[in-house]
Nanobody, 124 residues
Framework: QVQLVESGGGSVQAGGSLRLSCAAS????????MGWFRQAPGKEREGVAF???????IYADSVKGRFTISKDNAGNALYLQMNSLKPEDTAMYYC??????????????????WGQGTQVTVSS
């Protein structure tokens, strides 16, 4: 059974940086897409960044140039380096994955596996 466990959230001031990690276990698929969603209170879950098993990457326009997604070669760990953080980046961040190498920013329902989330709070 696939398990995803996020870590690395916290509170920072605007302009600061955080690095989120996601540890994946139980994964037996050779093709996959892994990535990050976020959800702020009262808002819909939003796709942030995704990377496929073949290395293809997509970002939401709101984070391009500030966030960098990466993974280890085995696909057991996923990272999200977040720089130049803004108050509007405040949200619960979720690691997610799917057993296909096609990545998209949504809808959330297409992704089969989810972590429990890690909170990111950016103060102005």
């Amino acid at each position: 059974q696939v398990q995803l466990v996020e870590s690395g959230g916290g509170s920072v001031q605007a302009g600061g940086s955080l690095r989120l990690s996601c540890a994946a276990s139980g994964y037996t698929y050779s093709s996959y897409c892994m990535g990050w969603f976020r959800q702020a209170p009262g808002k819909e879950r939003e796709g942030v960044a995704f990377i496929s098993s073949d290395g293809s990457i997509i970002y939401a326009d709101s984070v391009k140039g500030r966030f960098t997604i990466s993974k280890d070669n085995a696909g057991n760990a996923l990272y999200l380096q977040m720089n130049s953080l803004k108050p509007e980046d405040t949200a619960m961040y979720y690691c997610t994955s799917d057993s296909t190498s096609y990545c998209s920013l949504g809808p959330p329902q297409r992704y089969n596996y989810w972590g429990q989330g890690t909170q990111v709070t950016v103060s102005s």
